[in-house]
């Protein structure tokens, strides 16, 4: 960690400035309270935010999956906060520690930005697609669209983890069986040095057609939900295009990024991201989002994904549960 | 030899030739490609000035008391399970556009200018990498890069809210 603070003197600076911003926040504070909140408790909120925020960063950095579905899921399982509130700031949250950690992915080659471009198209034409159908619903249907935006998540969750759980720790280094006539034509082949063997990794990429197909599709799931769109990715790249699991970690980070920067305009413009809640989560994510791009040069992914499946699974419970009690009216004793 | 032998047989000669072109390869430990550095660069800058602006803003709206919405009610309407109509309401309704921009000077105005050139950051990142894209000769990829780069400029002018049905 102190090599890591040397080497890297604006994540020492964010750090400090960050310990100080907070310090002066608490101390000199001088925000009036209201019924429910005083001005301390204010200040609890969003150093709280920034603490849980930057530990989800890192989490979501080395297991390449965006903290948009840690971060929506368990806002929408566990509160009560506006189900669009919750998914612009999940947004905030899936993309700004991929948006960071672009920069010391692309200098140690870890992520391929001719992958990154290739299937951007259909992230973020999705994710805008989806961002936009979020609000409209949210408008249109009320208590019952939160309920069948949760019930939905929750059984989305499920398939997530269970696509974790079936793709398995044998993909880390996948060799194409075939190479169809379009990634031959494209040519989409790398290498990277890759730390934790000490030698360098070659691959190839190839089902570039479908690929294309199953971002579209993850861009609007990702846009609709504030998840990101990160928890497909990774499996995307890997198993259907035989990206290596850490080039595949890197590149979905980067992608996700880039796909919700287009995904969070139409919530900002509409004024559904409000920044005193949004803005230590965007804090977190960046110092976190640093640190983690560090820490997966060095590890690898598969105990970080273990955790996420049993988030994942305890979360969709809680987020169905909720979701069949507002439609049905039956209370289910969960947590 | 039949049909189905036939087709291991294709099988295994493509995987050993898949297998023959990855390992003509060279060994040495590759330079990370330019038009990837330029983007990733672009991106981590923007995104730490965007956190300091952010952290400032921060600051600002707890100390100076000088907010377009108080960070107190803000919270506490959000905990309160309240929607995004019913918190703008205390600053007559929901505001369209960039309504930071005129508040630059207030605390939240500037945590929201911030996180908003954090975003805007992809912007300038995407055109920079496709410019060295094209003038290393892939044009295919140089172009896709203009492509998601015209979508987020779209999308930052609010254009796209236009595609939101009344």
Request: charged share 10%.
């Amino acid at each position: 960690m102190a090599s890591l603070l040397k080497r890297v003197p604006e994540l020492t600076f964010l750090i400090v400035l960050t310990i100080v911003a907070y310090g002066i926040m608490g101390s000199f504070n001088e925000l009036a309270g209201t019924e429910i909140l005083s001005p301390t408790g204010a200040w609890g909120i969003i150093v709280g935010s920034f603490v849980l925020s930057t530990i989800i960063a890192i989490v979501a950095v080395v297991g390449g999956v965006g903290g948009g579905v840690l971060f929506t899921p368990v806002m929408l399982g566990f509160t009560s906060v506006d189900t669009l509130l919750i998914r612009s700031t999940g947004l905030v949250v899936a993309m700004f520690s991929g948006l960071v950690s672009s920069g010391p992915f692309m200098r140690k080659g870890l992520a391929d930005i001719r992958i990154v471009f290739y299937c951007a198209i259909p992230i973020v034409v999705g994710g805008v697609a989806g961002s936009l159908t979020a609000i409209y619903m949210a408008d249109a249907m009320g208590a019952n669209g939160d309920a069948i935006v949760r019930l939905l998540l929750g059984v989305i969750l499920v398939f997530i983890a269970l696509m974790f759980i079936l793709g398995g720790s044998n993909t880390e280094y996948p060799v194409p069986k075939k190479l169809d006539k379009l990634s031959e034509l494209m040519n989409l082949k790398s290498s990277y040095y890759e730390e934790s063997l000490g030698k360098t990794v070659h691959y190839r990429v190839v089902r570039p057609l479908l690929g294309f197909a199953l971002f579209g599709v993850v861009g609007f799931t990702g846009g609709f939900f504030g998840l990101g769109g990160g928890w497909a990715v990774v499996p995307v790249m890997n198993l259907v295009m035989a990206v290596p699991l850490k080039i595949s970690a890197a590149s979905s980070g980067v992608l996700l990024a880039m796909g919700n920067a287009a995904a969070i305009w139409p919530y900002i413009v509409g004024g559904s991201l409000i920044a005193v809640f949004a803005a230590p989560w965007m804090i977190g994510q960046v110092i976190g989002g640093i640190l983690g791009a560090h820490i997966l040069a060095r590890v690898k992914a598969a105990f970080v994904r273990n955790i996420l499946i049993v988030l994942l699974l305890l979360t969709s419970l809680k987020l169905i549960s909720r979701g069949i009690e507002t439609l049905t009216g039956i209370d289910i004793p969960l947590l | 030899m039949n049909v189905h032998d036939e087709d291991i047989h294709e099988e295994l000669n493509d995987q050993v030739e898949i297998a023959q072109q990855i390992q003509e390869q060279t060994d040495d430990a590759p330079v990370a490609p330019l038009a990837g550095v330029v983007y990733g660069d672009t991106i981590y800058w923007i995104t730490v000035a965007g956190a300091v602006i952010t952290l400032l803003g921060q600051i600002w709206s707890f100390v100076a008391q000088s907010n377009y919405m108080s960070p107190t009610y803000v919270l506490s309407s959000i905990w309160q399970g309240k929607n995004v109509d019913e918190i703008w309401s205390a600053v007559g309704g929901v505001p369209n556009g960039h309504w930071y921009l005129p508040h630059l000077w207030t605390g939240d105005g500037l945590t929201m200018a911030g996180l908003a050139l954090g975003v805007f950051g992809v912007t300038p990142a995407i055109f920079a990498s496709a410019l060295v894209l094209y003038r290393q000769g892939q044009r295919l990829f140089g172009s896709l890069a203009v492509i998601a780069g015209l979508i987020t400029v779209l999308a930052l002018t609010g254009v796209m809210g236009g595609l939101i049905p009344e």
